[in-house]
């Protein structure tokens, strides 16, 4: 049975940092692209990265480009996103993502989600 | 980026009707759509992929269609817990892009 655990979401002041972590099982992890989508209080969703199942590739929404980074440790089956320079905008639920297909874009396996609040 | 326009934004219907849900595309995603399902405090639930294709395991009261720029969700025979929030997506290219949701309602 797949598995895709988020943890690392906190309140953090705007302007600071946080590291989300995505612990993720029962499929070969390395062999698939990931996603982190997320979603504002009452809002819809918004696709936020990317990253290809090698890592060599990475793709990112304008409204995070530059500020946040999309990584993995095949080794330890674990997704990574790291956000730098948070703003108030950057508070909702992310969810860790993986494709149906492992090179595919569509998301047919969705964790809990992990909740990131910026403010002061 | 592609933009993708739902419509209603929401809908109120009885148990047993039959709705649709439209989704339209920017610029065309050939049959790159997806459907999702969420209820309150969840993770959204894959529904239908390529358009048409249903997820495995999920009802075939629920069908979609359409190829291009135009889609459309179908819904059968409404049952209590079909009432829901409602998103395509589509995964033709980068970035992915969501419609804004359709919140299905009990009438």
């Known amino acids: 049975e797949v598995q895709l655990l988020e943890s690392g979401g906190d309140l953090v002041q705007p302007g600071g940092s946080l590291r989300l972590s995505c612990a993720a099982s029962g499929f070969t992890f390395s062999n698939y692209a990931m996603s982190w989508v997320r979603q504002a209080p009452g809002k819809g969703l918004e696709w936020v990265s990317a990253i290809s199942g090698s890592g060599d590739s990475t793709y990112y929404a304008d409204s995070v480009k530059g500020r946040f980074t999309i990584s993995r440790d095949n080794s330890k089956s674990t997704l990574f996103l790291q956000m730098n320079s948070l703003r108030a905008e950057d508070t909702a639920i992310y969810y860790c993502?993986?494709?149906?297909?492992?090179?595919?874009?569509?998301?047919?396996?969705w964790g809990q989600g992990t909740l990131v609040t910026v403010s002061s | 980026d592609i933009q993708m326009t739902q419509s209603p934004s929401s809908l109120s219907a009885s148990v047993g009707d039959r709705v649709t849900i439209t989704c339209r595309a920017s610029?065309?995603?050939?049959?790159?759509l997806a459907w999702f399902q969420q209820k309150p405090g969840k993770a959204p639930k894959s529904l239908i992929y390529a358009a048409s294709s249903l997820q495995s395991g999920v009802p075939s009261k629920f069908s979609g269609s359409g190829s291009g720029t135009d889609f459309t969700l179908t819904i059968s025979s409404l049952q209590p817990e079909d009432f829901a929030t409602y998103y395509c997506?589509?995964?033709?290219?980068?970035?992915?892009?969501f419609g804004q949701g359709t919140r299905l309602e009990i009438k």
């Open positions: 993502v993986k494709p149906k297909a492992a090179s595919g874009k569509f998301s047919d396996c």
């Open positions: 997506q589509q995964y033709n290219s980068y970035p992915i892009t």
């Open positions: 610029q065309g995603i050939s049959i790159y």
